[in-house]
């Protein structure tokens, strides 16, 4: 389908240049809200306010929603007040905080200004709680029923009230001090064998629930481990305050994915598209994560100063010289793989701080078969290629065995302390860790080869 869009951009953009706008609407009709977002993404700046307005009024807020935020701020801006009006009257109240968290301030302050005062008071309830929590993902949208209610009186309220609310399939009941008391589905209530059971006979009272302050990131791995097409957010006193939809869930395992990718790789975090980001701003993004792995890096290089006379004192040492960039990247490598898999356990609650000991045990016995292995390849290779000493194949072997153990061991510990005190356990991913193994690596390697070929 991607490619079925780009293609259309040609198109569509030549459409726009001889204004045939009733062909345009039709075209653009086809396509799904998200298909349409990635359009408007991808045409030039100055047509998307012109093809926004030529979309059907009932599925012009649903590719809105879709749009990226640089493309939302294009439009915005050129919205008259009444189109924006318009527009964030269509939308969610979760739907809008998620647009406004990515507005500048002079823009937040005319899309509230444009709010009708029931909504700008939800937003503004959403936006006073903490960052990355619950209560900023929810929608206040929802149908809460009583316990007392029969079928009739359900659907009666969900034809009431239906259009207005994210979701009507999961219906939450509550009692009269908006207590969170079960869970009733339109199913349950249609294929009751009773005709005059209530809600209160049919609804689930071990209801499934996160509270408005509890990590965005853990509720959205709730409703992927308890397989929920919804999920209630309550406050302190357990009172119903808003629902977690499974759209917004998989928005944000796939922004801790990304977040988490980069930081593994040494970038700082962004939410814009890579094609859209200024130069300048990728730079600033990468550039204080080289800076600090450089000078970190300067370890390695007094170690290597700290061994220079014992190096350049006999052919054999000097020789060696040759193989600490093999030692270092097998190191860096080894390092990186357990990592990236506990990292990955820590993110999915797979591993705990308890399990630390579990950890290094086996990774210890993983990394002594691997180290052999490694150990017996590279003996051969440089008796048989390199044709070097039988001294110096050996100190290059029995060091490499150390590094792959010591690797493996620092990148299970680094993201699991990390964790413990607070920190994003991806950011003791790859860069960090290959710079103390290659410290270590080279720590060993010189005095392995002083005891060997100079002992």
């Known amino acids: 389908m991607t490619d079925e869009i780009r293609e259309a ?79 964030i009257s269509d939308l969610f109240v979760d739907d809008t905080v998620d647009i406004i968290e990515e507005m500048p301030a002079n823009v937040v302050k005319r899309i509230l200004l444009h709010a009708d005062p029931q909504k700008r008071k939800e937003i503004n309830e959403i936006l006073n709680y903490p960052k990355d929590s619950t209560g900023t993902i929810m929608t206040t949208e929802f149908v809460d029923l009583k316990a007392s209610m029969t079928a009739e009186d359900v659907f009666r309220h969900i034809r009431k009230t239906g259009l207005t609310k994210e979701t009507v399939y999961t219906c939450y009941v509550t009692d009269s001090g908006r207590h969170l008391i079960g869970v009733v589905t339109v199913k349950d209530i249609l294929t009751a064998k009773d005709e005059n059971a209530t809600v209160g006979d049919l609804m689930d009272e071990q209801v499934i629930s996160v509270n408005t302050l509890d990590d965005k990131e853990e509720t959205a791995r709730a409703m992927s481990r308890y397989d929920l097409m919804a999920i209630p957010v309550v406050d302190n006193e357990n009172r119903l305050v808003g629902i977690v939809t499974y759209d917004d869930a998989m ?23 890579y094609l859209k980001t200024s130069i300048f701003d990728t730079w600033k ?78 990774e210890l016995r993983v990394a002594v078969l691997c180290g052999i292995t490694l150990a017996v390849v590279n003996f051969g290779k440089m008796m048989l290629i390199d044709r070097v000493s039988m001294p110096a194949a050996f100190v290059v072997s029995i060091t490499l065995v150390a590094v792959v153990i010591i690797a493996k061991l620092v990148g299970a510990t680094l993201p699991i302390l990390a964790k413990r005190i607070g920190f994003d356990p991806a950011v003791m991913a790859s860069p960090f860790i290959t710079t103390i193994v290659d410290a270590l690596s080279l720590l060993v390697y010189f005095n392995v080869a002083k005891l060997i070929i100079r002992g």
């Open 251 to 273: 928005d944000i395992i796939e922004s801790g994915d990304t977040e988490d990718i980069e930081i593994m790789a040494a970038i700082t975090p962004t939410d814009r598209p």
């Open 9 to 87: 951009v040609p198109k569509i953009e030549e459409l726009l240049k001889e204004r045939q706008f009733h062909e345009l609407r039709s075209m653009m009709t086809a396509f799904e809200p998200a298909d349409a977002a990635m359009i408007f993404d991808l045409i030039d700046e100055e047509y998307i306010p012109i093809l926004f307005r030529i979309l059907p009024k009932e599925s012009a807020a649903d590719c809105f929603v879709e749009m990226d935020s640089e493309t939302q701020k294009t439009l915005i801006t050129a919205f008259s007040d009444k189109e924006l009006s318009a527009v």
């Open 285 to 362: 993004k990468r550039i204080p994560w080289l800076l600090l792995l450089m000078v970190s890096a300067t370890f390695t290089s007094r170690i290597l100063q700290h061994f220079e006379d014992s190096l350049t004192s006999s052919a054999a040492m000097a020789a060696l010289i040759a193989f600490i960039p093999m030692l270092m990247d097998t190191g860096g490598n080894a390092g990186g793989q357990v990592s990236v898999t506990v990292i990955r356990g820590l993110s999915l609650d797979e591993i705990k701080m308890g399990d630390i000991f579990r950890i290094l045990w086996k």
